[in-house]
C-alpha cells in the first residue's frame, strides 16, 4: 500500500499567498525596466505591458493553485467502522 506525502493546507495556502504577493511585484519591475531598456518605448506604454505581464503571472499562479486544489488526494479524517 502506498502512501501520499500528506501537506499542510495552510503552508500550502500561504506558499502560494506568498507567490501571489511577491511574484507579480517583481514581474512587473522587470518588465517594465526591460521595455523601457531593450524596447525603447514610453513610460506610459511600458506600464501597460508591465500590468499585463504582472496579470498574466497571478493567472499562472492561480492556475497552478487549482489544479494543486483538485490533484489533492481526499483525506477522510476517520476510517469508516466496519459493521459486523
Known amino acids: 500500500m502506498t ?3 500528506q501537506r499542510n493546507p495552510m503552508m500550502v495556502l500561504l506558499f502560494y499567498s506568498g507567490l501571489m504577493v511577491t511574484l507579480p511585484i517583481f514581474s512587473f519591475f522587470a518588465s517594465q ?3 523601457e531598456s531593450y524596447f525603447d518605448t514610453t ?3 511600458s506600464n501597460i ?3 499585463i505581464c504582472s496579470v498574466l503571472v ?3 499562479i492561480l492556475g497552478i493553485f487549482v489544479y494543486y486544489a ?4 481526499k483525506v477522510v479524517p476517520y ?3 466496519k459493521e459486523d
Open 58 to 60: 497571478i493567472h499562472v
Open 79 to 81: 476510517p469508516p467502522e
Open 49 to 51: 505591458y508591465a500590468t
Open 33 to 35: 525596466y526591460v521595455m
Open 3 to 5: 502512501t501520499a506525502k
Open 70 to 73: 483538485y490533484k489533492e488526494e
Open 43 to 45: 513610460y506610459s506604454r
